[in-house]
C-alpha cells in the first residue's frame, strides 16, 4: 500500500513565521507535489520535484519555497507566513513520468492568524 | 494549458440510487484520475484511467481519450459515498506532471 504522510493534520501560525510543511512517502516515488485547495479555486500546484535537490515552479509559488534532501522527504516552507496562506495543503508522489498515478497524503490544514 | 469540467456541481441521491459523474477535458491527456475527498480533506484514489473501462465494486469509469471526457458510475448508492468527486488530469503535450483538478461533484447521500 502507497503511503504518504504529512506532518501535523492541523497548524496554526502567526503573521511573520517560518512554516515548514513536511511529507514523507514510502514508495520510492521520484515524483512529489505540493498543492493548496481553497474553495472557489480548486486545487493549485505550487512546486513539484522529480529528483533530490531538483524543483520545478508550479501555478503559485510565489510566498513559497521548497526543500528535497532526501528522495522520500518534500518540505513545503513559508518563509513569512502571511493571512492569505491559511489554506488546506496536501502533498502528493508519484513515479517518474507522466503517465503515473498521484497518491496524497492527509493533508495539513494551516490557519495564519 | 488543460481545462477540466466537470458536471455536475450538486448531487442529490436517495440511498440506493444510481448516478454517473462527468468529466470533459479540452485537450489529449496522458493521466486521468478520479478522488473522492473524504470529510476530514484526504483524496482518495479511486482510478487512474487515461483510457478505457474499469470496475471496483460498485464503483466503475469509463475514458473516451478521442472525444476527451469520462464518466464515474456509482451504483446502489450508500451514506458514506457522500463527499467531493474530484476528476484530474494530466496535458500530454505540456511535458509537465501536474495534474489539473476539475471543481468537483459534491454528492450527498440521504437515507
Known amino acids: 500500500d502507497v503511503k504518504v504522510t504529512q506532518s501535523s493534520r492541523y497548524l496554526v501560525k502567526r503573521t511573520g513565521e517560518k512554516v515548514f510543511l513536511e511529507c514523507v512517502q514510502d514508495?520510492?516515488?521520484?515524483?512529489m507535489f505540493w498543492y493548496r485547495q481553497d474553495p472557489g479555486l480548486g486545487l493549485r500546484l505550487i512546486y513539484f520535484?522529480?529528483?533530490?535537490?531538483?524543483?520545478e515552479k508550479g501555478d503559485i509559488p510565489e510566498g513559497y519555497s521548497v526543500s528535497r534532501e532526501k528522495k522520500e522527504r518534500f518540505s513545503l516552507i513559508l518563509e513569512s507566513a502571511s493571512t492569505n496562506q491559511t489554506s488546506m495543503y496536501l502533498c502528493?508522489?508519484?513515479?517518474?513520468?507522466?503517465?503515473?498515478?498521484?497518491?496524497f497524503g492527509p493533508g495539513t490544514r494551516l490557519t495564519v492568524t | 494549458g488543460i481545462q477540466v469540467e466537470q458536471s455536475p456541481p450538486d448531487l442529490i441521491l436517495q440511498e440506493g440510487a444510481n448516478s454517473t459523474l462527468r468529466c470533459n477535458f479540452s485537450?489529449?491527456?496522458?493521466?486521468l484520475q478520479w478522488f473522492h475527498q473524504n470529510p476530514w480533506g484526504q483524496l482518495i484514489n479511486l482510478f487512474y484511467?487515461?483510457?478505457g473501462t474499469k470496475q471496483n465494486g460498485r464503483l466503475s469509469a469509463t475514458t473516451v481519450a478521442t472525444e476527451r471526457y469520462s464518466l464515474l458510475y456509482i451504483s446502489s448508492s450508500q451514506t458514506t459515498d457522500s463527499g467531493v468527486y474530484f476528476c484530474?488530469?494530466?496535458?500530454?503535450?505540456?511535458?509537465?506532471?501536474?495534474?489539473?483538478f476539475g471543481k468537483g461533484t459534491k454528492l450527498s447521500v440521504i437515507p
Open positions: 502528493a508522489s508519484s513515479f517518474i513520468g507522466q503517465t503515473t498515478e498521484q497518491y
Open positions: 514508495m520510492d516515488h521520484e515524483n
Open positions: 520535484s522529480y529528483d533530490v535537490k531538483m524543483k
Open positions: 485537450d489529449s491527456v496522458n493521466n
Open positions: 484511467i487515461p483510457s
Open positions: 484530474a488530469a494530466v496535458h500530454s503535450g505540456a511535458g509537465s506532471y501536474q495534474l489539473t
